[in-house]
């Protein structure tokens, strides 16, 4: 079984300040981590995976992710907050090497002030 | 790539009709699944194919649910005797086989309403 907790759902930042967006993971298997993000009206879209490599993980627009197995948590973080980065982020785990069986956080809402 | 398409974007239905929802992947993408995702929830699995063959299925998916993929092409999802429960939006996504685990690559729903 596995599952994902969101622990906020809603985060606002100023623009120019740092992002975190926190989650932890619950997982019977090695788990495949990722964030996803969903922008008002547009489909889903891959930010970043872990897949048992490197424990801190690049993706997409300056985020990253953190891998820590001790805390079972995969925390969405990025320096300096744009305007354009208010979205909807999922944290989204599933059983390595099984990518049908995607299991999605609750999400958190991230809002950037001017 | 042109995106995975779904169609229509919008429906409103009355309780207790039927609703047919159609999804367009990727043209190389051999995997096609249907998601659920309720106001203020992350999505959730419903099916998932794998050409024509429906490989796994969601205990969300109920009798009254039915999804096809007859050609290993677009899929359909269709949902008999509406009920307002059935009210959410209908994500379809499609990946290659020997992609990455997690990688999907998703349309932008198809919002239900039941009345």
């Known amino acids: 079984a596995q599952s994902v907790t969101q622990l906020d759902s809603h985060v606002s930042v100023s623009e120019g300040t740092p992002v975190l967006l926190r989650c932890n993971y619950s997982s019977s298997y090695s788990p495949s981590l990722f964030w996803y993000v969903q922008h008002p009206n547009k489909g889903l879209q891959l930010l970043l995976k872990?897949?048992?490599?490197?424990?801190l993980v690049k993706g997409i627009n300056g985020f990253e992710a953190e891998f820590k197995k001790s805390e079972t948590s995969f925390h969405l973080t990025k320096p300096s907050a744009h305007m354009s980065d208010a979205a909807e982020y999922f944290c989204?785990?599933?059983?390595?090497?099984?990518?049908?069986?995607?299991?999605f956080g609750g999400g958190t809402r991230l809002m950037v002030k001017p | 790539d042109t995106g995975v398409s779904q169609d229509p974007r919008h429906k409103i239905t009355k309780r207790g009709q039927n609703v047919t929802f159609r999804c367009d992947p990727i043209?190389?993408?051999?995997?096609l699944y249907w998601y659920r995702q309720t106001l203020g929830q992350g999505p959730e699995f419903l099916t998932y194919f794998q050409n024509e063959a429906q490989l796994e299925k969601s205990r969300l998916l109920s009798d009254r649910f039915s999804a096809e993929r007859p050609k290993g092409s677009f899929s359909t999802l269709e949902i008999q005797r509406t009920e307002q429960g059935d009210s959410a939006m209908y994500l379809c996504a499609s990946s290659r086989t020997q992609s990455g685990a997690g990688e999907l690559f998703f349309g932008e729903g198809s919002r239900l309403t039941v009345l």
């Open positions: 989204v785990v599933s059983r390595y090497n099984a990518g049908n069986m995607l299991t």
């Open positions: 043209s190389e993408h051999n995997r």
């Open positions: 872990y897949t048992s490599a490197a424990t």
